[in-house]
């Protein structure tokens, strides 16, 4: 059973930087899609970044500018780049990969801003 280990959540104060990386626990084949998603207390998951195998990029528009979605194909691993954090970017953030036959979820790791 693939799982996918998250890591690089935390707590930081408005204006900080946290980098989140996701890794499967072994090689997947045919990865065509990587995303992060967020949950917050009383909200619905939401997408926040993703990237296609080609490299295109989509991002929601309240971390446009601030977060960045790469990818390394070699070693199957996706990563959020964020800066200048927010109070409501507060959340849990979970990693998803997919492939033609499977749609992968991390565990979550959780993302605190505040003062």
């Known amino acids: 059973q693939v799982q996918l280990v998250e890591s690089g959540g935390g707590f930081v104060q408005p204006g900080g930087s946290l980098r989140l990386s996701c890794a499967p626990s072994?090689?997947?084949?045919?990865?065509?899609?990587m995303g992060w998603y967020r949950q917050a207390p009383g909200k619905q998951r939401e997408l926040v970044a993703s990237?296609?195998?080609?490299?295109?990029?989509n991002y929601v528009d309240s971390v446009k500018g601030r977060f960045t979605i790469s990818r390394d194909n070699a070693k199957n691993t996706v990563y959020l780049q964020m800066n200048s954090l927010k109070p409501d970017d507060t959340a849990v953030y979970y990693c998803?990969?997919?492939?033609?036959?499977?749609?992968?979820w991390g565990q979550g790791t959780q993302v605190t801003v505040s003062s």
């Open positions: 998803n990969v997919r492939i033609p036959t499977n749609n992968y």
């Open positions: 072994e090689t997947i084949f045919s990865i065509y899609y």
């Open positions: 990237i296609t195998k080609a490299g295109n990029t």
